[in-house]
């Protein structure tokens, strides 16, 4: 069996809906990649942008974002602000040719497990597709790009 | 604190507990393995695996170890926080350590449950305990934030649950605000007949409890009221409620009288269609509050919306229905002063847009109204309440004069009519053949509104016989309505040749008595109304050959349907898609060339446009061509500011004209139009005229003046066909007098009509029940009524709604009579229900004698629901045995996938049912039909059905079916869910908080569930969990205060910079800008700890408690661990993992 390029993804859960979502998933014994690794946050809208970066210089190949659907955020609009700065990002990491998949938004009520497993496992794909990020390779690498200064501890 | 300052933390000593969860994990996680690979991460200190860490003896563990090895984070690393963060959390701090220094590592649900790679999940847990561990080193000891709790209730739903719940607290001595949508309490459980197994009569038990929640002291009830928004968390709910209008007040004694006189019939909700109720009601005689309810709708029905003077339509044809005749003219004659020739003239627009009109045909409006008004022959106008000085002058005793007239009287204005012609009446005298409109008619009318004091002036013609000038010195205000009475011209060569005639002189002239002189062969031009009255005028006059030249075809043809089928049957010829070119004679009119045309596409009035065929044309002999093509005013004479084509100019709201005083409306501004359409800006002109007069906004709030279309929509479903009542009419034969074509309709007719009307509004304004209400309790004029509570708990118990069986067509439900649903049997052998308790089939008559039950109608079906809806079983066997009882000699069916009995005595009542004799067939129904294919089917339903036990199909004939329908979540759960921020699943049941341990409270503190809301549920379980929620609800009071997670969120004061950005950011407005030291700062109290502001704070100084920057940082780090090796390797090499 050649090695198959198993991709890592990580995810930020809000507490209240999408982390539900991923337990209900698991309650129900939905079998599905195990590429995510799960951080759970309180709201989407806690995700900065910083964080995705952070997962990527560490070496994850993809960062999906998962959040209350619009209007069901346990603190409002939380989400929408979540979607703003997902837009922006997106746009940012494209233009260091970060592909868009490796970075993907998705709503999922606390029922819907099904959903949320089915994004991972089409992201999986996807970025299995696409192969590893290399990020040292690909942003800090021979096209000049200057690397981000991340905030250390 | 600021995140970057957080000091190093190299010297915390962790302990890790990686749990087996029996097999849950162990199975597929090799928790030896991670227990053994964590103990090398230099923070741990020690690493554990343990069979069940939840267990006492798990946390015994924790605790031991914190003391003996003096451990100073703790990471488990087992199921989901959602589950057993706190029991854990305790444990660290019986340990002796801050409880928020303990972290916790999903990797039951995120991780065993998902997959059944063992080394995958094994790598991925390696790395979620990493991240945990990474994480908890850089937690800082906090303090949960106490909350006081409001110790009033919110109760949502007045079912069964929702009583409970409410007599629970308040018998506690707990205020209860108990919210419920229908006007009175009680739910489904109020229109069952019998409970299962012990078949208590429903209503004995539960009025009782309804009426103890409407006596108690400790609980207010909200009936026919909505929970409109929700504001605040657990401990201090800010709620919005809107108590909509019952338009009856507080002195109601429920005496029933207004319920006797009131004119609309409607289908029962209560009853569930079985039965009927008027438009004032109480639901059921038990109902609590005793009181009764105005069904009124937002808007009114299309048919008194789409009129252009909103003539209460409704009203009239709801009184008629019920023979209330005098009632009718009376409501009649408020709105129009013209009621009798409205009803035989008018376009009526009203039945363009009636909604009966869905189903078959529209109502009989404006025919309905003649037939009130012939019926009862004299009436009499309003009159002023009391007299006032200002002086109208109105020019033009048209309908629009005569409307502005009546309600500028009707207001006590002195008003006075000029009349150009010898008589009064504008277009109705002079424009309306004899035969449409008899004289007679037209004159008793404006009799009537001379009679309440209006002056009319003949054969003064304003502008030659008096001026504007001197009208509006001797009057404090004028409308001018002179009509249009010019008729336009075709423009082709020979149109002024002797011979040719003005349609509309010509009406005028044959009206007037004047003489006119015709040949044999009459051509009239033109398709609208005034073209068919002159045709017919024609004929009348003694034409031989009548002949209409309309230029489109018969479908866009204007003219009312109805008088284009009179005149063909009296002999009228229609050419179509014809039109004129030139009129060809010497002095007089010898012959007409006609064009044939076509239809091209549509033009803007919507009708498509005629275009003429090159080469049709053809010459036709004729003696007169009379024209009628439309007409405009002739205003020359007043000096106003007209628009090109000759209408004056006026204020498209308050129809002022370029002088102040003055007003204009009807044909002399809009062009020929219709009677009730002139009539209607006659009322708006009176409108604006009184405004003036009283110094009021000339323009607000008239949005509604004029036809629009009501936002009412009205459910057609399961509406009958009956077709609309012909108007009788005199035989074509006695046509060639100007006697009256249209006889009007029979009482019998006119009854039968008006009971068509499908009441789209529900009350139809007639203001009856007002005059019977002795108390006084009955008030139109009330409005919504937007109420605030405070409360610190909210119980949902909104209850369920049954599946509509007509999603399934092949059980034939309102298709086949005598299918049933359960509701509708349950309100037929209630003994107070619309049969007092006779089962019969739907003739209300014959009883049965085969029933078929039918379970699990939507439920257990991949196509509908999936899940079991619990009661259908049951309450399926207890209809069976009310059969049995009822009609000992029936034979009773009861087809049924699986039986459901698992409850208290309900084993028990199935095998009673067994040896009651019901026939019970193992299988699912897959067709009721009605058509016969023995001699024994015919005349009977036929279930079609497979008998799993036998393996053979079966075909049982019955007379009644009974469905029994799923129970479904409410339509708007996902709208509620919303509201009270909870979740709902797919089927909008409401989300839980613990499928198994916590089934009461949901994923928002402080809101509980109870009943069906939650999930299908029968009337014990409903009651169970009304009183669970509500002792939740009272611990919580007792307790007085809740502890909150202390994650919140706090500004650097020092380092913050003062952008303001996160001002914005936050939902709550927790954050405020002190101005004087040019920083931001959290309100901690409004805080809720989303995190947002934290991670938009571009200097970084916000700091999110429990979700630091540098929690979330090393949780991120520590759960790639496996990735770092990445950072090293070189471009374009395949890397390893
Ligand atoms: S709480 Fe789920 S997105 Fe805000």
């Known amino acids: ?153 | 604190m600021n995140d970057t300052k957080s000091p190093p933390t190299p010297k915390e000593k962790v302990g890790v507990y990686i749990c087996h969860c029996g097999t849950n994990i162990a199975k597929v996680v090799d928790v030896v393995e991670v227990a053994k690979w964590a103990e090398k991460n230099p923070h741990v200190e020690i690493s554990r695996e343990n069979k069940f860490m939840c267990s006492s003896l798990g946390q015994e563990l924790i605790e031991q170890d914190i003391k003996e090895k003096g451990l100073t984070r703790i990471v488990v690393a087992s199921c989901s926080p959602h589950m057993h963060e706190r029991t854990f959390r305790t444990a660290t701090e019986n340990g002796g350590l801050n409880p928020f220094l303990f972290e916790m590592a999903n990797i039951r649900e995120h991780d065993s449950w998902t997959t059944d790679d063992e080394e995958a999940a094994t790598q991925k847990a390696k790395a979620l305990v990493n991240g945990a561990i990474e994480r908890v080193v850089h937690h800082q000891p906090l303090e949960h934030i106490p909350v006081e709790i409001n110790p009033n209730t919110l109760i949502v739903g007045g079912g069964i649950a929702g009583i409970t719940a409410a007599l629970e607290l308040a018998d506690g001595g707990n205020q209860v605000y108990l919210v419920e949508k229908q006007p009175s309490i009680g739910g489904h459980m109020a229109q069952l007949d019998k409970t299962f197994p012990t078949l208590d009569c429903s209503a004995c038990i539960l009025t009782p409890k309804m009426s103890d929640v409407g006596n108690h002291p400790n609980i207010e009830l909200m009936t026919y009221s909505e929970v409109e928004s929700v504001d605040g968390f657990i401990g201090n709910f800010d709620v919005t409620v809107r108590k909509k209008t019952s338009s009856v007040n507080e002195k109601c004694t429920a005496c029933s009288d207004c319920e006797e006189i009131c004119p609309v019939i409607v289908s029962s909700e209560f009853d569930v269609g079985m039965g009927t109720r008027t438009a004032i009601y109480r639901p059921f005689p038990q109902a609590i509050p005793n009181t009764y309810t105005l069904s009124r709708t937002t808007d009114d029905s299309q048919c008194v919306a789409g009129c252009p003077i909103h003539q209460n339509a409704h009203g009239y044809i709801s009184l008629i229905a019920e023979g209330k005749y005098e009632e009718a003219v009376k409501l009649i004659v408020e709105d129009n002063p013209l009621p009798g020739i409205c009803g035989r003239a008018c376009a009526h627009p009203c039945e363009d847009v009636c909604d009966r009109g869905k189903v078959d045909e529209p109502i009989s409006i404006a025919f309905l109204k003649r037939f009130a008004m012939d019926k009862v022959g004299d009436y009499e106008l309003l009159r002023p309440e009391k007299e006032r000085k200002e002086r109208v002058g109105i020019v033009g005793s048209g309908p629009s004069g005569l409307a502005c007239a009546y309600d500028l009287r009707k207001n006590g204005y002195q008003v006075k009519i000029f009349e150009a012609l010898p008589a009064a009446g504008g277009m109705l005298a002079v424009g309306i053949p004899e035969y449409r409109l008899q004289s007679a008619q037209l004159k008793k009318e404006i009799g009537k509104i001379k009679d309440i004091g209006v002056d009319i002036q003949l054969n003064t013609k304003v502008g030659e016989d008096i001026t504007l000038e001197e009208l509006e010195k001797q009057y404090d205000a004028v409308y001018i309505a002179t009509g249009a009475h010019e008729e336009r011209k075709i423009g082709i060569p020979g149109e002024d040749l002797a011979g040719v005639l003005s349609g509309i002189k010509f009406l005028r002239d044959v009206r007037l008595g004047n003489k006119v002189k015709l040949g044999d062969n009459v051509i009239v031009v033109g398709g609208g109304d005034s073209a068919i009255d002159t045709a017919r005028t024609a004929k009348r006059l003694g034409v031989k050959n009548v002949t209409m030249v309309y230029r489109r075809s018969r479908k866009e043809m204007p003219a009312d349907f109805d008088e284009i089928e009179e005149a063909l049957q009296e002999g009228i010829n229609i050419e179509f898609l014809t039109n004129p070119v030139e009129v060809k004679g010497k002095k007089t009119v010898e012959e007409v060339t006609l064009q044939r045309m076509e239809l091209g596409t549509p033009d803007e009035s919507g009708r498509r446009r005629p275009i003429p065929i090159e080469g049709s044309e053809f010459d036709v002999p004729c003696d007169n061509i009379i024209i009628t093509i439309g007409q405009r005013p002739d205003i020359g004479s007043l000096k106003l500011k007209t628009k090109d084509w000759g209408g004056v100019e006026v204020d498209e709201v308050t129809l002022q004209t370029s002088k102040k005083k003055v007003f204009a409306g009807g044909d002399c501004v809009v062009g020929p139009d219709t009677i009730v359409g002139a009539m209607a800006l006659g009322k708006t002109a009176a409108e604006s005229i009184h405004r003036m007069f009283e110094k009021l906004d000339m323009y607000a709030g008239r949005e509604k003046e004029g036809a629009y279309l009501s936002n009412i929509e009205v459910d057609i479903s399961g509406r009958e066909k009956a077709p609309r009542a012909r108007i009788p009419t005199i035989p074509a034969k006695e046509r060639s007098s100007f006697k009256e074509v249209n006889l009007g309709f029979t009482e019998e007719a006119a009854q039968q009509e008006a009971n068509r009307c499908l009441h789209c509004s529900i009350c139809c304004d007639c203001h009856l029940c007002t005059t019977v209400c002795e108390p006084d309790a009955i008030d139109y004029s009330m409005e919504d009524e937007i109420v605030d509570i405070d409360v610190g708990n909210i119980i949902i118990a909104t209850g369920y709604e049954l599946f509509d069986t007509r999603q399934i067509p092949q059980y034939g439900y309102g298709r086949l009579d005598n299918v049933f649903t359960s509701l509708e049997f349950e309100r037929m052998v209630n003994a107070s229900g619309p049969t007092e308790g006779k089962i019969v089939l739907r003739d209300f008559e014959s009883a049965p004698e085969s029933v078929a039950i039918v379970h699990c109608v939507g439920s257990r079906d991949e196509n509908y629901h999936k899940y079991c809806s619990q009661v259908c079983c049951m309450y399926s066997l207890k209809f069976a045995h009310l059969v049995h009882e009822r009609l000992p000699d029936a034979q009773v069916y009861n087809c049924y996938i699986d039986m459901r009995t698992p409850g208290k005595g309900y084993e028990e009542f199935y095998d009673r049912l067994l040896k009651e004799g019901t026939h019970f067939i193992r299988g699912k129904v897959a067709e009721v039909t009605d058509s016969a294919r023995t001699q024994e089917e015919e005349g009977k339903l036929i279930v079609q059905v497979e008998d799993t036990l036998i393996g053979r199909q079966r075909r049982v004939p019955v007379d009644m079916v009974i469905l029994s329908p799923a129970m479904e979540a409410q339509p708007d759960s996902k709208e509620t869910s919303q509201l009270f921020k909870m979740g709902c699943d797919f089927d909008g049941f409401f989300i839980e908080k613990h499928p198994k341990l916590d089934p009461i409270a949901t994923m928002t503190e402080g809101v509980f569930l109870a009943g069906a809301c939650q999930g299908p549920k029968d009337v014990p379980d409903s009651v169970a969990q009304g009183a669970a929620a509500a002792s939740r609800v009272a611990s919580l009071i007792s307790r007085g205060t809740v502890m909150m997670e202390p994650i919140r969120a706090s500004i650097d004061a020092e380092a913050c910079s003062g952008c303001k950005i996160c001002n914005t950011m936050c939902p709550y407005n927790a954050i405020e800008f002190i101005e004087e030291d040019g920083v931001s700062h959290v309100i901690t109290a409004l805080c809720q700890g989303c995190g947002t502001c934290v991670a938009a704070c571009p200097s970084g100084v916000i700091t999110g408690a429990h979700f630091t920057n540098d929690q979330l940082i090393s949780q991120i780090e520590g759960l790639l661990w496996d990735m770092r090796e990445l950072e090293a390797v070189p471009a374009g090499k395949e890397e390893k993992r």
């Open chain 1, 1 to 153: 069996m050649s090695e198959q390029f198993e991709p890592v993804i990580v995810g930020f859960l809000c507490n209240w809906c999408s982390y539900r979502a991923a337990d209900l998933a698991g309650t129900a014994r939905i079998k599905y990649a195990p590429s995510l690794r799960p951080i759970r946050v309180m709201c989407s809208g806690r995700v900065d942008p910083q964080f995705v970066l952070k997962a990527f210089i560490n070496g994850a190949d993809g960062v999906l974002i998962a959040g209350c659907h619009p209007g069901e955020c346990h603190y409002l609009n939380g989400n929408i602000k979540t979607l703003r700065r997902f837009l922006l990002l997106k746009n940012t990491l494209s233009q260091w040719g970060i592909e868009d998949e490796r970075v993907q938004l998705q709503w999922a009520s606390a029922s819907e497990g099904i959903i949320l497993a089915e994004r991972v496992n089409k992201m999986t794909e996807e970025i299995r597709a696409l192969g590893p990020l290399r990020w040292y390779d690909k942003v800090l690498g021979g096209n000049g790009a200057v690397p981000i200064p991340v905030k250390e501890k």
